[in-house]
């Protein structure tokens, strides 16, 4: 630990945390983690092992309030975030906050605006996706313009397998927000409306799952986004994006890694789970998160993108009640949020 090293404290140690908690030792520069904290007091030790220096707490709002952290990575469930993160503001340092920001698009609101009352941005959402090498590509990409406005856009979103009590609410306000949060950065735009539909059900999908879905979302500026969600999908992790513009088209999440030739079979590697696929990602998104907070601020989705994809969740969670399309509803964007 140097003298400029962002002391962090990580509340959450369970499957996100402990991870987080490794890449935050042993891939992140100019950061030492010093504290974890998690009710399961066992989990956040066994996270600590072998961070020399950095303590354990069974009351996660220890590590938030103690003089000695200067910046804090939530990793709790969604429904624990909102007063983890107005005591983050409150003290002034900077949060990364694991997706979702918060579960519904008034608690977020809520943050949004202690946000703003405090004066500086000091939330970060964990959209790992937007610090992707390929999803950056993207992004420059439609940016620069080269190939012309973008049309549409096609998505898929499979996983190998869900967690027990995983349901239709939760691909979602869980899964699907990832392309509700790439679509709005990918594009620059807001998402105005969202249809839910169901293909038939694969025989793959738990008791009660619609599995798979097709969700579509129509941005304000008139782009249609189609999203392939199948979290039972048995073979592996695979995150693919097709943007169709007016003179060409460009695809990420096709392949990744080597690709090989061998006796009767040639191909390469299906991802097995998100942190296989994202993991260049997380260390990235953490890299740069742990630079713009030893400056006290943030670099990646603020609190505002946190509502938005919040807002969007709610309109899908009517469009799967209702089977219908629904608008979102969300309020104008903060003049302290109009620079990116
Ligand atoms: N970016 C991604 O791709 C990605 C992937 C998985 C999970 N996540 C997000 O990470 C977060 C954690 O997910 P997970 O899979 O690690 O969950 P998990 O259930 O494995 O772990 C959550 C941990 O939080 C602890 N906890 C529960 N309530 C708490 C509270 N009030 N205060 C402090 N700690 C509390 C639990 O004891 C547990 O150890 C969620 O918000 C989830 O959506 C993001
Ligand atoms: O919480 C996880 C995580 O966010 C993954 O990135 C996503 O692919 C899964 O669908 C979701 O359940």
């Known amino acids: 630990m140097t003298e400029q090293d962002l002391r962090v404290g990580l509340v959450g140690a369970g499957k996100m945390g402990a991870d987080h908690a490794r890449r935050l030792h042993e891939r992140v ?72 920001l918060t579960p519904d698009s008034k608690s977020a609101l809520r943050v949004v605006e202690a946000e703003q009352a405090a004066g500086r941005r000091l939330v970060q959402v964990g959209f790992m996706r937007r610090f992707d090498p390929e999803y950056r590509e993207l992004k420059r990409l439609l940016d620069a313009g080269d190939f012309g406005r973008a049309l549409l856009m096609h998505c898929a979103h499979r996983n190998p397998s869900t967690p027990p009590g995983f349901t239709d609410e939760m691909m979602v306000f869980d899964s699907a927000v990832h392309e509700f949060d790439t679509t709005r950065w990918l594009l620059d735009e807001e998402i105005a409306a969202i249809t839910v539909r169901h293909p038939r059900r694969s025989a793959t999908a738990p008791e009660g799952l619609r599995d798979p ?11 249609v986004v189609d999203v392939e969600l199948f979290v039972n999908c048995g073979f592996g992790y695979q995150v693919r994006c097709e943007a169709v513009c007016e003179r060409g088209t460009a695809l990420v999440g096709g392949s990744a890694g080597m690709f090989s030739h061998t006796e009767g079979r040639w191909g390469g590697d299906v991802t097995k789970d998100f942190r296989d696929r994202f993991m260049q990602a997380f260390d990235l998104e953490f890299q740069r998160w742990v630079h713009a907070a030893r400056g006290g601020g943030i670099d990646g989705a603020s609190a505002w993108d946190g509502y938005a994809a919040a807002a969007v969740c709610e309109a899908g969670l009517a469009a799967l009640a209702d089977d219908c399309r629904t608008e979102v509803d969300m309020i104008a964007k903060p003049d302290f949020y109009s620079t990116s």
């Open 213 to 223: 879905k097709l969700i579509t979302i129509e941005s304000t500026g008139g782009v």
């Open 29 to 100: 520069s100019n950061a030492k983690l010093v504290a974890i904290g998690d009710p399961d007091l066992d989990r956040a030790k066994r996270a600590a092992s072998g961070i020399e220096g950095c303590r354990t707490h069974g009351d996660p709002a220890e590590v938030i309030s103690t003089s000695d952290v200067d910046a804090v990575v939530l990793a709790t469930p969604g429904a624990t975030h909102e007063p983890l993160l107005l005591a983050a503001i409150e003290r002034g340092i900077p949060v990364l906050c694991e997706k979702p």
